[in-house]
């Protein structure tokens, strides 16, 4: 089930007027002089990965993500002959929080540039917004959570206005119990979506009912996923990176390079042997009674290749992690497990944990894993 919330954007250009083309300046505030500092990090961030120019935009972390679209439209007829032409620089900055029900949204509209065909004179720009909420609940608690809308939803302005004022601020909660239970995590997702409208007296009006879109995920999951609740983009790619470099890890690293890059190698070995976490996901496990059968049969292969190591300064590394559903006892031995030092293995695996908390990976969420030379 989503909570889904769709954000419509609606614009107007120009009427009749004498036989001269028009281009509206800039003007107003400084592109970033309305939003704080962090807000200009990301833009300026923003402004070099291309993936910023995409319905999805560049999703730079479970925490801040970003669209930058330059649009460009041709304003047609019901004849289809051209009316006018429309340049502005779209915007939106989406910041969510590690210990609130909260994501906050800077949306923008600048560099507004207006052309309008002979006879024609370019005017207005009448831009209204709305958003329009699909309450389907998700959870198991007697008040069924949702994702409350921000309380203003309508903006409608001309191109003057918006240029002079380009922000415009969106947030979105999510209320909850404020009890934790662990049988109920109180998980609530949902998708906002930017629906653009542009329209003119003479000419037919142009439509994108998804102009650019954000998943974002809150929860109420307690400390093992880092703070007791809090809200993530979705369709982050969370990584752990380990480095061949690191003294602390070294050996953890090697391990786990050498399982996706040279599976036949590692053990158990077997013809065709793949390792999921470099380009297949992982997912994390929470169950530790699931945990600790992964643990069992990585150590029964340890014992069966390297011998009884008790006693020793080794540990039974095993990749993919215990706390994966693709540990050592899922299905089809896609698996590698090695001894090597005891402090690497627990640094390890202190690494992992912080990585669970620092994005607040929930059970079943996926996240890859990267070694670097």
Partial sequence: MIVSTVLMLAAGLGTAGPVNAETIPQG????????????????????????????????????ETCVHQPVYLKLMDKERRLRGELWFDLWILGFSYDGSRR?????????????????????????RAELQPHDQRFGQWPQPPQMTKPAVTTRSENI????????????YTSPDTGKLDPANTQVVTGM???????????????????????SVRFDYAGPTAGKYKGTVFTEARVELVMSLK????????????????????????????????????????????????????????????WG?????????????????????????NRFSARLIDGTDNETGGRKLNEMFTLNRILDGDAFYVKITP
């Fill in 160 to 171: 003057a206005q918006w240029t002079a004022k380009p922000f415009w601020q969106l947030n």
């Fill in 28 to 63: 107003g505030p400084n592109a970033t002089a309305a939003v704080g500092q962090e807000e200009k990090d990301l833009r300026t961030e923003c402004a070099t990965h291309p993936e910023a120019n995409t319905r999805k935009g560049w999703v730079k972390s479970r925490f």
């Fill in 246 to 305: 690191d003294p602390a890890v070294d050996q953890s690293a090697r391990h786990i390079l050498d399982a996706q890059q040279l599976p036949e190698r590692t053990f158990p070995s077997w013809a065709g042997k793949t390792v999921p976490g470099a380009t297949e996901p992982l997912h994390r496990l929470i169950d530790k009674d699931k945990q600790e059968k992964n643990r069992e049969k990585a150590i029964a292969t340890c014992n069966d290749v």
């Fill in 308 to 332: 009884d190591y008790k006693g020793t300064t080794l540990q039974c590394d095993e990749y993919p992690f215990a706390s994966t559903k693709e540990g050592a006892a899922a299905p089809g």
């Fill in 192 to 214: 906002i979506t930017l629906d653009m409208r542009v329209s003119s007296p003479t000419a037919v009006p142009w439509t994108d009912p998804v102009m650019a879109y954000s």
């Fill in 103 to 127: 994501v906050d949204y800077t949306s923008s509209i600048e560099n507004i540039r207006t052309k309008a065909v002979a006879g024609e004179k370019s005017r207005g720009l009448d831009h």
